[in-house]
Antibody, heavy 113, light 106 residues
Framework: QLQLQESGPGLVKPSETLSLTCTVS??????????WGWIRQPPGKGLEWIGS???????YYNPSLKSRVTISVDTSKNQFSLKLSSVTAADTAVYYC?????WGQGTLVTVSS | DIQMTQSPSSLSASVGDRVTITCQAS??????LNWYQQKPGKAPKLLIY???NLETGVPSRFSGSGSGTDFTFTISSLQPEDIATYYC????????FGQGTRLEIK
């Protein structure tokens, strides 16, 4: 059974870069032709797609976040990562990594000084 | 960008009721639509993929229909454990979620 687990700092200062990693177990990132993605959910609000990467390295980003987002994949570690630059309080959210029907449990990232 | 308009935003129904949620895409997305269920503090769970296909292990009281721009999600007989927020998601062009429908027991 495929499992995904987010990891990274739970607190980030305004203007800094948020960095999260998703570790995949029970399967290989390289073996799937479907997307590996990041989704976030601000407290009490709905789901927002951030971006996706395919095993080939092709990336697709939410146009509203595109200028600040980088998603990369490390097939040797079976991980993919999210970087979101110049964060503000509006970026406070639970961040999920996902692969089609498989989701991580989510990690809360708070932006505060 | 493809916008997804989901309605209603909240819904109160009784156990045993038939519940329907709709999702409208701003342009034709064929059948590239998923429906998710999210319970408080949990990650979303995929219920329906490709607009009408039931994910493995999901009870048959859940169903989906539609294509093009108009989609419907139905719970044929509401159960207490169905209390959650439901989201549609298009994947025809990038990914977009609907605003969500919070389902409560009356």
């Amino acid at each position: 059974q495929l499992q995904l687990q987010e990891s990274g700092p739970g607190l980030v200062k305004p203007s800094e870069t948020l960095s999260l990693t998703c570790t995949v177990s029970g399967g290989s990132i390289s073996s799937s032709s479907y997307y590996w993605g990041w989704i976030r959910q601000p407290p009490g609000k709905g789901l927002e797609w951030i971006g996706s990467i395919y095993y080939s390295g092709s990336t697709y980003y939410n146009p509203s976040l595109k200028s600040r987002v980088t998603i990369s994949v490390d097939t040797s570690k079976n991980q993919f990562s999210l970087k979101l630059s110049s964060v503000t309080a509006a970026d406070t959210a639970v961040y999920y990594c996902a692969h089609v029907q498989h989701w991580g449990q989510g990690t809360l990232v708070t932006v505060s000084s | 960008d493809i916008q997804m308009t989901q309605s209603p935003s909240s819904l109160s129904a009784s156990v045993g009721d038939r519940v329907t949620i709709t999702c409208q895409a701003s342009q034709d997305i064929s059948n590239y639509l998923n429906w998710y269920q999210q319970k408080p503090g949990k990650a979303p769970k995929l219920l329906i993929y490709d607009a009408s296909n039931l994910e493995t292990g999901v009870p048959s009281r859940f169903s989906g229909s539609g294509s093009g721009t108009d989609f419907t999600f139905t719970i044929s007989s509401l159960q207490p454990e169905d209390i959650a927020t439901y989201y549609c998601q298009q994947y025809d062009n990038l990914l977009t979620f609907g605003q969500g429908t919070r389902l409560e027991i009356k």
